[in-house]
Each structure stands twice: as structure tokens, then as C-alpha cells.
């Protein structure tokens, strides 16, 4: 089973953009934090960064609902991609949440979205 579940914080504005074959994209980033105490006592925290892409409908949703600091809940799989860096020739690897289900969280409204996910 893949699946990815992840509650955070977006740390800057979606990005929304087409590709070649007019799927919509948009992807953002979610913060995540652990704390925990130390055996000495003292306050700890860790804080991990999520890529995460969202494809059609759920992107549209995305690019016009979420904004930096927007708290959310998503569900996905986690999908690990490879391209060459071309200034180096190197291969670089990416691995990202590929969006399956949105709910937006905090204050006002919450609204949930989930849709089916096509590449």
C-alpha cells in the first residue's frame, strides 16, 4: 500500500501551471512539526518539508483556495521522480505526495475535496 497522510502548514503560495498536454498543475509545499523532550527535559522540534502535487480539478481547487500559512490535511502516495540536471549531467531525484484529497483546516469554513487523480 502507498499512502500518504500529511497535516501542515503551506510555507508559500501554490503554484498553478499547464503542462504540454493541458493537464493543470499545482504544486506547494506543507511544513510538518514533531516535538518532543529531550532526556534532559528540554523542548525539541523537527520540522519536515512535503512537496506536493495535485493534478485537474483538485489543482484548480488548490490554486484558488490555498494561500502560504493555509492549514490542510492531505492524502496521497508518494511518488519518487528522476530527471538529469542539465548543468552537471547528473541524475537528481524529487520525492513528492501526489494528492489524492484535500480538506482545508483552521479557522471559517471547511470544506473537503477529493478527486480522482490523473497524470
Request: proline share 1%; with cysteine; aromatic share 6%.
Amino acid at each position: 500500500m502507498n499512502k500518504a497522510m500529511v497535516i501542515g502548514n503551506l510555507g508559500a503560495d501554490p503554484v498553478v501551471h499547464t503542462t504540454k498536454k493541458d493537464t493543470l498543475v499545482t504544486t506547494f509545499s506543507v511544513a510538518t512539526t514533531d516535538y518532543w523532550k529531550n532526556s534532559g527535559g528540554e523542548s525539541q522540534e523537527k520540522t519536515e518539508w512535503h512537496r506536493i502535487v495535485a493534478y485537474n480539478k483538485l489543482a484548480n481547487i488548490c490554486g484558488e483556495h490555498l494561500k502560504k500559512g493555509s492549514k490542510v490535511y492531505i492524502e496521497g502516495k508518494m511518488q519518487t521522480r528522476k530527471w538529469e540536471d542539465e548543468s552537471t549531467g547528473s541524475d537528481r531525484y524529487t520525492t513528492e505526495i501526489i494528492a489524492s484529497s484535500l480538506e482545508m483546516l483552521g479557522g471559517g469554513s471547511s470544506s473537503t475535496s477529493s478527486h480522482d487523480q490523473e497524470q
